[in-house]
């Protein structure tokens, strides 16, 4: 019953290839990030996921192709990976885009995080 | 600039203590603001949100000042289970896109 997770947990690989993580949540959330968290522990967005639809892509080289086959899912393919690519991804997830209005504040659910380092 | 500044310590401390973080932030804008909490090598998972009158979780108490464009939190009785690096973070639009500081390490020894 975990409510975000992610595969693979590790992945270890040579430069040049191409990889996927994926992310799934069980919490019935509309909304999904993908965040990646470098080795100086900085976590930044890279994109964010609405019903399926990019609401958010944070200048991420086009290497970089999230898809979305529905709202419970959230894949991340990487071409022709790279050293600087190695980092600690995190899927998340959110019930709602924050309605700023209202005043909701919707929590963000995160993933266990996909180690991933290039050699 | 870093858009949200933290002191990434480590702040050691012994059990019992009282130790407080800051954090600053540079957009005006900000709309929302939460203190989440890293274990190591786990996700982060939110502690609190902060709201403008200031807010009290049990031993937690956070603060925001907009004028000065800084956070705080602050932690009392400190216990070993605290150790761990506590991130400040920022919203800035409907998108709910957040902006993580670098995070502070709170190491809570016997």
């Known amino acids: 019953d975990t409510a975000v997770s992610q595969t693979p947990k590790y992945l270890v690989t040579q430069m040049g290839n191409d990889k996927s993580i994926k992310c799934e949540q069980n919490l019935g959330h509309d909304t999904m990030y993908w965040y990646k968290q470098d080795s100086k522990k900085f976590l930044k967005i890279m994109f964010s996921?609405?019903?399926?639809?990019?609401?958010i892509n944070e200048t991420v080289p086009n290497r970089f192709s999230p898809k979305s086959p529905d709202k419970a899912h959230l894949n991340l393919h990487i071409n022709s990976l790279e050293l600087g690519d190695s980092a600690v991804y995190f899927c998340?997830?959110?019930?709602?885009?924050?309605?700023?209005?209202?005043?909701?504040?919707?929590?963000?659910?995160f993933g266990p995080g996909t180690r991933l380092l290039v050699l | 600039r870093k858009e949200v500044e933290q002191d990434p310590g480590p702040f050691n401390v012994p059990e019992g203590a009282t130790v407080a973080f800051n954090c600053t932030y540079s957009n005006s804008a900000s709309q929302s603001f939460f203190w989440y909490r890293q274990d190591c090598r786990k996700e982060p998972k939110l502690l609190m949100s902060?709201?403008?009158s200031g807010n009290e979780d049990g031993r937690f108490t956070a603060q925001l000042n907009r004028a000065s464009q800084y956070i705080s939190l602050l932690i009392r009785d400190s216990k070993l289970s605290d150790s761990a690096t506590y991130l400040c973070?920022?919203?800035?639009?409907?998108?709910?896109?957040?902006?993580f500081g670098g995070g502070t390490r709170l190491m809570v020894k016997p």
């Open positions: 998340a997830s959110s019930a709602v885009l924050r309605q700023v209005a209202a005043g909701m504040r919707e929590t963000q659910y």
């Open positions: 973070v920022v919203t800035y639009n409907a998108g709910n896109m957040l902006t």
């Open positions: 902060v709201y403008s």
């Open positions: 996921y609405n019903n399926k639809e990019l609401i």
